[in-house]
């Protein structure tokens, strides 16, 4: 039994040893040792004595051998790359050299690995979040000429708690392995057929192109492994030429082999056969070791893949049993030579005898080994297919996040100038709607339109899931409950509007006793058309009365002038003639929601006028007019009242305008300039006279509202500078009040009148406001 164990022989010692920097290195009968130090130490093992002493400014991390062993490659702390000719052994006292900063042959302080293999040289560094391999040729006398470049990204170990609550890292670190450094681990493996150095281990060909490709194996390309201290082993050809990705952009060839969760400290391998190594041993800093074997051939004579197991390893005699979370397994190591150092810094030679042949492996009969294949497979399948369901999922919840994120920027940009309507309606607003009003003749019957187009200036793209929501609310309805049964609202729903697409809808404008209306534009989002059709019945379930979002755009009104027939006739069944004034009246006031009752009034003949009369000087100021003719002027003004848009304000060119009301009754605007001699005390006065004729009152009502009303938001644009205020006469002024005295004064008595009641005193009170009405309209105002 005793012959079993193992036997410990101590060769030398050194000062201690610093295990993150301590390397070993043999060839022929010579070792290279450093022990985190600033020495590196040349040691004869059949001497049993240190033949050369190399030292450097700093701590030496890290040290690899030229291929030709002539040449000694040392990374320092501060770090510097040295590339150092090794002296020939001394026959008595150890050669001790003072190595200078001229061996320096590459300084980057991010360094943290080196190799060499055959004529090229390897480091690895760390930039911040990324792991870079640079591949160099090696130099000898001549500076480095980088060959390519690989990189790496570092993965973030974040912290994360397990089923006994207590907190771990994702790759499972400790806190103490933290605090230690941790060096990454480069090692180089050859085919056993190209296999040419003795500094490197090699692996079986079949093991070898399983693992690595049947590319590296046909042209004999060392593959190189760098263990990560994230746990990560990653490999890639050293000799295979640069691949293009599908852009044309250079494909990386580095692979991840597997992650042992912890920092590597060691990459090799072992249990050699006929045809060389057959297992690829990786070692973690917590103990846990990867086994990488090429199964056996089946019994049909097909070959067979390779399996990885992971084990936590323990050192009993001469044996490693290997035990992971189903089999307990027995290696046989047979009689070994090993090189180790202490801590304390002493270099041990340890010497494990040849052990029985035993077969300790378990294996499985071919009906166990194939049903384990099919659960296998099985269970593979089941994942693939709930990993493919996430990933829909995720991505669902992606695009949905993005559209989100358009709909709430798309809101906050139509939401910068909402409660201030005027600054809303005056400014170029990147998402807008603009409405015209057109006749159109459907089965011989004439009716109103008005089209709409909303125009997308902005830089979004407003997708399915938007609405365009047009209220029609009429002006002259009064606040009361009736007010939501003379609105309507139209929507229109629509896929897609590009960033510079429009978007036509026409919408009819029925009860043309309404006018003028007012048309609240806004653009609604349906929430659920953020997510699929499947979650939307359960989404539509949550949102209930929040199921959507509404932004308000631009408000458009259209009143009688907009409405204006200038071309053509209406057809007779279509055209509304009223008897008398006094129906036009009636008709009037019910358009407005008042109720009336049927009184005689003695109507006037001919058309009934209405009069506007603005100042020449305020209407050349606010519409930057630059005709000085008076003809010219009143030409610009009809174009201005007729249309809005400015490219057509050019079809006007007489002073009279003609066209039929939305009621079918003839109407006719005029303009003339005129000169009033006593109305100023700076002199004469040049006025703009607006007239509007017709013999229905309605449309003579509803002309003249719209004039007004044109008038009050050309008065209320700032941009425009306003013209001099002229004074008044006292005179004028005291005669216009006292005419507007005793209109009102009549307007009391009418009142006091009817509410005596009875029909004679109500047609009499009619007769007053008739008249009351003509006197204002006959002697306006001026707006100056």
Partial sequence: MDAMRCSVAYLSEFSDCQSHSSRIIQYDTNLILTCGDSHVLVFHIEENRVTTVLHYETPVTYVALSADKLRLYVLCENGGLYCTTLPPPSSSDPVVTRVSDDCIVLKNTSLRAIIIVEKILVTLSLHKSTWSLDVYEEPGSKPLHKLACFQVTTVNTQATHNSSNTTEDVINITDEEKSRKSSPVLTCIYSAVSHKSELHPYLELRLFRLLFGVDASLVNSPVLLCGLPDGRICCFPLLLPQMDGPRGEQRSPIRVLQSLEQPIVFIGTCVSGDDGPRCLVALGQRGKLLLVRSKETSSESKKADYSKNEYIHILYEINIYLKDCLNTLSVQLGSLHLLASSSSGRLMQVNLPQGPNKENESRFSSSQAGQRVKDLLSSIGNVWEEAESLKHKLQEKNESLKRLNQVMSVCNLLLANHGNEMELNKCIQPISCHGVARWSSLLQKESLTLT???????????????????????????????????????????????????????????????????????????????????????????????????????????????????????????????????????????????????????????????????????????????????????????????????????????????????????????????????????????????????????????????????????????TANRGHTKPLQAQRLCETVRHVESLYKDLQDAYNQAALGGSTETNKTSEILFRIFLQLRATPLIII
């Avoid at 709409?452 to 606040?479: D, I, K, R």
């Avoid at 919408?507 to 953020?530: H, K, M, Q």
């Avoid at 039929?660 to 006025?687: N, R």
């Fill in 452 to 718: 709409c187009v909303l125009e997308n200036a902005s830089m979004y793209t407003l997708e399915q899931g938007w609405t365009l929501c047009l209220q029609v609310h009429p002006l002259s309805t009064s606040q009361t409950a009736n007010t939501e049964c003379t609105s309507r609202t139209y929507s229109f729903p629509f896929r897609k509007l590009d960033c510079g697409e429009k978007l036509d809808v026409t919408i009819p404008l029925e009860r043309v006793g309404e006018l003028p209306v007012n048309i609240y534009c806004s653009l609604a989002f349906t929430l659920t058309a953020l997510f699929s059709s499947e979650a939307s019945e359960a989404v539509s379930q949550l949102l209930k009365g929040m199921g959507s979002i509404s932004v308000p755009l631009n408000t458009l009104t259209v009143d009688w002038l907009d409405s204006l027939r200038l071309e053509g006739a209406f057809s007779p069944g279509n055209i509304i003639r009223h008897n008398t004034a006094a129906d036009g009246i009636q008709a009037f006031l019910r358009s407005k929601g008042v109720r009336t009752q049927n009184s005689d009034i003695v109507p006037k003949s001919g058309p009934l006028p209405v009069v506007v009369r603005v100042s020449s000087e305020l209407l050349k100021s606010k519409l930057h007019l630059s005709a000085t003719s008076g003809v010219e002027i009143c030409s610009s003004v009809l174009n201005w009242l007729v249309y809005k848009e400015t490219a057509e304000r050019a079809s006007i060119k007489t002073q009279v305008v003609c066209a039929y009301s939305p009621d079918g009754q003839p109407v006719k605007l005029l303009a003339k300039e005129m000169t009033l001699e006593d109305f100023s005390s700076e002199g004469p006065l040049d006025v703009l006279e607006i007239r509007v004729e017709s013999l229905s009152m309605v449309a003579v009502c509803g002309l003249h509202h719209a004039i007004l009303r044109r008038l009050q938001v050309l008065l209320e644009d700032t």
